[in-house]
């Protein structure tokens, strides 16, 4: 996705460079839409939004900053240990939650989530594709209002990014909710990553268990 990096790293002219790829190891999800493989590449790149994905991007980080400075080397192990432990409690205490629901599927602004629903066995559907391009049309939306009554849904999610006037109609049409939902692509409402991701799954999990 991110084309820029060759150029980048070439323009730093610098052999003691590390680049890091944070989703080395990780299982990629293919991007199933033809016109957006041809502008963003074949993969979804929303890793982060998953818990185990975080971990692994974890791993890769500390290992490159332990290249990078191996002086402070149980500093960076002891700061990625502490930080993976949260992230996995957070993940235990969800899979446990998601298991005795009945639903599954959940409906979003754009769609970023892939990967956290691969990790609890869920299944999300969007109003705008994997990279928040386009508004869906008149078609598409009646299929997304035809698929909300259908499978129940009370709570439509939405982000500051992509398209929340539709997602606002989307919710009238089929009387449900809005609630804000974070891509972690910038900097929002002064939260850390894990203040963030525990805000998603709560407000993830109470929609699915109304």
Request: aromatic fraction near 10%; proline fraction near 3%; include cysteine.
């Amino acid at each position: 996705m991110e084309t820029w990096v060759g150029d980048a790293v070439k323009s730093a002219d610098n052999t003691n460079l590390i680049v890091v790829e944070a989703s080395k190891g990780a299982t990629p999800i293919k991007n199933t839409d033809a016109s957006d493989v041809k502008t963003h590449g074949q993969y979804d790149p929303h890793l982060w939004l998953s818990l185990k994905g975080a971990q692994i991007e974890v791993k890769n980080i500390e290992t490159a900053l332990i290249q990078a400075d191996p002086t402070n080397k149980s500093y960076y192990q002891k700061n990625a240990r502490d930080f993976t432990a949260q992230l996995e409690a957070i993940y235990n205490d969800y899979a446990n939650k998601f298991k005795p629901v009945n639903k599954k599927s959940f409906v979003t602004g754009h769609a970023a989530f892939a990967y956290l629903c691969r990790d609890f066995g869920l299944t999300q559907n969007s109003v705008e594709d994997v990279f928040a391009e386009g508004e869906p049309s008149a078609k598409q939306l009646t299929t997304l209002i035809n698929y909300c009554k259908l499978n129940k849904v009370t709570t439509i999610f939405a982000e500051k990014i992509s398209s929340p006037a539709i997602s606002e109609t989307l919710a009238n049409e089929v009387g449900a909710n809005v609630e804000t939902i974070y891509t972690i692509e910038s900097s929002e409402d002064n939260m850390t990553y894990l203040e963030r991701m525990k805000d998603n799954m709560s407000k993830i999990y109470s929609s699915l268990k109304k």
